[in-house]
């Protein structure tokens, strides 16, 4: 069996469910009625993102809880422009976000980055990548794009 090039679905364990919903809820993104107290689903435009207890996610996996700093992923969103990078970070740092880095240039030519964390220290980057365009479906195109 070959294991599908994708991914479907994004899942941050979060301390409290229900602050972290309102956050994304903030942002005008919208949740599915299959959420339940326990996790949270939202529609984006390509993997599902789902807020899952921080502990209950661990166990779903069987790890330590424990431990934090840097977890070694963040998640991103390509936006059209510079100005699209310096919106978005402003509205998540209005909705309760934390910035931690201010939009500017990124080390790749042409590009344009911003980190924001949501509520429970989880790292949001919002880049503009004129090499790396958005399709009509609001998906990035890569150079070698299968599509």
Known sequence: MTVPARVSLVTLGVVDVARSTAFYEA???????????AITFFHTGGPILALFGHTD????ATVAADGDGFRGVTCSINVDSPDAV?????????????????PCPAAF????????ADPD?????FAHNPHFPIDARG????????D
């Open 139 to 146: 998906h990035v195109t890569l150079p070698d794009n299968p």
């Open 57 to 60: 996610l661990a166990d779903d």
């Open 121 to 125: 220290g989880h790292l949001w980057e």
């Open 109 to 116: 030519e042409g590009g344009y980055i911003a980190y924001v």
């Open 86 to 102: 310096t919106s978005a970070h402003d509205e998540w740092v209005r909705a309760g976000g934390a910035s931690v880095r201010l």
């Open 27 to 37: 942002l005008g993104w919208s949740k599915s009625a299959a959420s339940t107290p």
